[in-house]
């Protein structure tokens, strides 16, 4: 099966774009596409590997679902397109990176200078209708992503995984901590972050002291 994505990844993913599953997702992919407004739009659907390559790969954030509001969703997980409202979430972390590395808020929730750093944006889901959330879970997207985690544990080593939620968490089981740095802590949606699971984590400065002390470039968030 053909799919638009970095060489790198596909190399690595060539044996899962011939698996059954993938194939019917992407026939469900095709399919929704074409009868509904969906998100992001399908040039970006595989963004956050386009802009991050494989061999690239330094720190890897997990998030949900792509945002399904017009215009918001663009490929890479909490991000927004310059120009667009930065939504709550992407708030708080702006906020935690600005007490941890004691950088100002930036103007723009876009998040593509990580991803070109080497932080891969992966959201478990890569698709969903317009309005309406978690409308393309279990449709195949999560055994996707979950062997995407399991292969960067494999092939790669000294990778940062930051797992906010409970959601994020329960990926642990797929990434080999003896040679990977795991963060983890709640999710920094107001409701979590205002309960106190967010603020003060100081997962950046934490990702990049690890790096340095890896011999890699640290991220300039």
């Not at 739009?41 to 956050?48: H, V, Y």
């Not at 386009?50 to 490929?75: R, T």
């Not at 929730?109 to 978690?134: C, D, Y």
């Amino acid at each position: 099966m053909n799919v638009d994505i970095d060489p790198s990844w596909k190399a690595v993913l060539a044996e899962e774009f011939e698996k059954p599953y993938f194939k019917s997702l992407i026939e469900f992919v095709k399919k929704e596409y074409a009868t509904f407004t969906c998100y992001p739009k399908g040039k970006d659907i595989f963004k956050a590997f386009d802009l991050c390559s494989f061999n690239d790969v330094k720190v890897v954030i997990l998030g949900q679902d792509p945002y399904h509001g017009s215009g918001q969703a663009h490929g890479l997980c909490f991000s927004v397109p310059e120009g667009m409202a930065v939504p709550p979430s992407l708030i708080n972390i702006f906020k935690e990176i600005e007490a941890d590395l004691k950088k100002p808020d930036p103007d723009s929730g876009n998040l593509e200078h990580w991803s070109k750093q080497g932080v891969l944006l992966l959201n478990a889901t890569l698709t969903v209708r317009a309005h309406q959330a978690g409308s393309h879970q279990g449709k195949g997207w999560e055994t996707f992503t979950d062997r995407v985690i399991e292969l960067i544990s494999e092939k790669r080593e000294g990778v940062v995984f930051m797992l906010w939620g409970g959601y994020a968490k329960k990926k642990i089981k797929k990434i080999d901590a003896s040679k990977h740095l795991i963060l983890t802590s709640g999710h920094p949606s107001p409701l979590s972050a205002n309960r106190g699971y967010w603020f003060g984590n100081r997962h950046f400065s934490t990702a990049n002291s690890y790096l340095e002390n890896s011999g890699n470039v640290k991220i300039e968030w």
